[in-house]
C-alpha cells in the first residue's frame, strides 16, 4: 500500500501554481475560416493588409463643403451655398466642390479631394432650389473618417492569444482577411478505470456493477470550457491494462484525466501509472478540498495528468476547480471572473479547519430575498448536483457559515 505521506495536502490554489510553474505549454494551431473563428484564440499577432476606411468618409448625411465657407454661420446669420449635385454611394466622387458649392453625401459616401467637411443635413435648411442655408459653421475634418484612421497598413490589428469576438470578426474580414491561425482547442483525454464500471449504454446493471457517469460529465465541462474531449474507454483493475490505456491516451490528448484510483487503497494504480508517462511525474497528491482530497496533479513530458476520484460528484467537482485554469494556461489567457450571486443561508453549514468546502446549494425567493438551502448528500450521488443550482464554497479554516450568513453562490 502507498504510504501515507502521499497525502500531505495543499490548498488548491497552491498545487496549480506548483504544476504551472513547471508546465510550458505549446500548443498547436490550425488555419480556419475567418467566418467559423468566432470564440477560437488567434495563434498569433494579425497584420492588417491595408488601411481601413481606404478612402475618406462621411459619418452622417449631410453635406460635403469647404470648412472656410462655412465660418462664422449661425442661425441668425446662415451661409448660403450653391448644391452642385448628389454623391453617389459605391463609386469615386466625379464631382468636386469649388468656392461657395455643396455637395449632398449619405454616412459611408466618399467625400472629394477638394471638400474638407460635412455638414449635418439637420443644421442646414433650403434656401431655393439648388441652394442650401448652413446654420452652423463645420470645423476641418468634421463629420469625417479619414483614410487610415481606424486601421494603418502593416498595423498590428490584434494580438495573438486574443479570444476573437464578433467585432474581431467583422473586424479582419473588413480588411480582407478569410482565414486565420487560431490555436487548436486543448484535447483533453478522459480515461475512467474500475472493473464495476460500464458504459451508460448497458441495458442493465448486474450486482456489482455501474454506468460510468465521469467521462461525460467530464467531456460536458470540457465542451462547456471550450475545449475538445477525447472519451478513452473505461480500464479495468489490471495494472498491464490501465497502462496501456493511459499511454494509449496520453500521446493523443494535450491534458489527461484519469478517474478512479487516486486514492492510497492497495487497488489503486494511479501514482504507478502516471509514473511511468513521463518526468517529473507526480507533482501533488492531496489538495485540501473536500470532495477531491486523494486527487493527483502531475506533469509528464510537459503534459498536465490529472488523477480524480472515482465518485461522480467529487470527481466532477474537483475537476470544475482544476480544468478552467489548465485550459485557460494552455490557451494562453486568463480565468474569466465567475458567476457569482449574493444570497442568505437557510441553515449551517459547517466545515473542518485546514479544508476548503463545497456545497451543493439550490435558490429560491423568500420574502423578496434570495435564499440558499445546502444540498448535502453523498460524494457519489450525481443528483445532489442535478437539483443544484451553483456552489457554496466555504474557505479554508472559517469554521463554516452560521444560517442567515450572505454568502456568495457559484452559479453552474
Keep these: 500500500m502507498p504510504s501515507p505521506e502521499f497525502f500531505q495536502v495543499v490548498p488548491v490554489s497552491d498545487a496549480l501554481r506548483h504544476l504551472d510553474s513547471h508546465w510550458q505549454p505549446a500548443p498547436l494551431s490550425e488555419t480556419i475560416a475567418t467566418a467559423d473563428a468566432f470564440d477560437r484564440v488567434l495563434a498569433a499577432d494579425v497584420v492588417s493588409p491595408e488601411q481601413v476606411p481606404a478612402f ?25 451655398l450653391t448644391v452642385r449635385g448628389e454623391l ?12 461657395g458649392e455643396a455637395l449632398l453625401i449619405h454616412t459611408g459616401g466618399m467625400l472629394p479631394a477638394s471638400a474638407n467637411a460635412v ?6 435648411q433650403a434656401s431655393g432650389e439648388s441652394e442650401i442655408e448652413v446654420l452652423r459653421a463645420a470645423a476641418p475634418g468634421e463629420n ?18 486574443q479570444r476573437l469576438r464578433p467585432q474581431d470578426i467583422g473586424a479582419l474580414l473588413s480588411v480582407g482577411i478569410p482565414s486565420v491561425a487560431v490555436l487548436r482547442p486543448a484535447r483533453i483525454g ?19 456493477k455501474v454506468r460510468d457517469i465521469n467521462a461525460y460529465t467530464l467531456s460536458a465541462l470540457t465542451q462547456k470550457l471550450g475545449a475538445t474531449p477525447l472519451r478513452l474507454g473505461i480500464a479495468s483493475d489490471d495494472f498491464a491494462d490501465y497502462q496501456r490505456r493511459a499511454r494509449d491516451g496520453f500521446a493523443a490528448c494535450d491534458i489527461l484525466l ?22 517529473p511525474g507526480v507533482l501533488q497528491h492531496g489538495l485540501a478540498t473536500k470532495p477531491g482530497k486523494p486527487t493527483i496533479l502531475a506533469l509528464c513530458d510537459n503534459k498536465p495528468v490529472i488523477g480524480l476520484p472515482g465518485n461522480p460528484v467529487s470527481a466532477l467537482l474537483v475537476a470544475r476547480q482544476l480544468l478552467p ?21 437557510s441553515q449551517r453549514v459547517a466545515s ?36 443544484a443550482d451553483g456552489l457554496l464554497r466555504v474557505p479554508l479554516n472559517t469554521g463554516g457559515y452560521d444560517a442567515g450568513s450572505l454568502i456568495d453562490v457559484l452559479m453552474f
Design 119 to 124: 455638414v449635418m443635413i439637420e443644421h442646414t
Design 56 to 80: 475618406r468618409k462621411s459619418t452622417v448625411d449631410g453635406y460635403a463643403l469647404r470648412a472656410a465657407d462655412t465660418f462664422g454661420a449661425s442661425q441668425s446669420l446662415p451661409a448660403f
Design 144 to 161: 469625417v473618417i479619414q483614410a487610415g484612421e481606424d486601421v494603418s497598413a502593416g498595423q498590428t490589428m490584434l494580438a495573438g492569444r
Design 88 to 99: 453617389t454611394m459605391g463609386q469615386a466622387p466625379d464631382l468636386d466642390v469649388g468656392a
Design 190 to 208: 478522459i480515461l475512467s478505470c474500475g472493473d464495476e464500471l460500464l458504459p451508460p449504454e448497458a441495458e442493465s446493471t448486474p450486482p456489482g
Design 325 to 345: 485554469a489548465l485550459i485557460a494556461r494552455h490557451d494562453g489567457q486568463t480565468l474569466p471572473a465567475p458567476r457569482l450571486l449574493s444570497a442568505r443561508l
Design 352 to 387: 473542518v479547519t485546514g479544508r476548503e468546502d463545497w456545497v451543493a446549494v439550490s435558490l429560491s425567493e423568500r420574502e423578496g430575498r434570495l435564499q440558499a438551502q445546502p444540498i448535502f448528500g453523498k460524494s457519489n450521488l450525481i443528483f445532489t448536483l442535478v437539483e
Design 258 to 279: 484519469l478517474s478512479a484510483g487516486s486514492s492510497v487503497s492497495a487497488r489503486d494504480y494511479t501514482r504507478d501509472v502516471i509514473a511511468g508517462l513521463g518526468q
